[in-house]
């Protein structure tokens, strides 16, 4: 078990991560990237965007398309796929959760959310400290 002091660094440090994986999104009103995390280890990435083989735009008319998936979705989805387990593991993403993720991060057995900005619903925040996930909201200047 970490100090909470040598846990708060290491918690910025993967956001810092994540908050630069997002640069890898095709999407123009918002980047969010995520990492999951393992017993010190990324078991998977993701950003938002589009699915696998579709065009790589994000908004129409300054609209996000509904089917653009979230950061965390992909993040999930690729951990899934690869046959690694996500169970105990730690999530940061560089906005919070919106209900959507946050019901496929309870079901993915991830146990804590360690995020760096809010989103514009706090349903998903809400939502996973229900389910008694831990939540944590880290702030680069703390």
Request: hydrophobic share 35%; charged share 25%.
């Amino acid at each position: 078990m970490e100090t909470p002091k040598k846990q708060l660094l290491l918690d910025k440090r993967y956001l810092r991560m994540a908050s630069i994986w997002a640069e890898n999104s095709y999407c123009k009103r918002r980047q969010v990237g995520a990492l999951i995390v393992k017993d010190k280890m990324i078991i998977s990435d993701g950003f938002n965007g589009t699915p696998s083989g579709f065009e790589n735009i994000c908004e129409e008319n300054g609209t996000t398309k509904p089917y653009v998936l979230h950061a965390e979705a992909n993040a999930i989805t690729k951990v899934a796929k690869s046959g690694n387990s996500s169970e105990g593991a730690t999530l940061y993403v560089t906005a919070s959760p919106c209900i959507e993720c946050s019901k496929l991060i309870i079901q993915s057995g991830i146990k804590r959310v360690v995020y760096n900005e809010e989103y514009r619903t706090s349903e998903g925040i809400d939502l996973l400290k229900r389910a008694k996930v831990e939540v944590v909201c880290v702030s680069f200047n703390d």
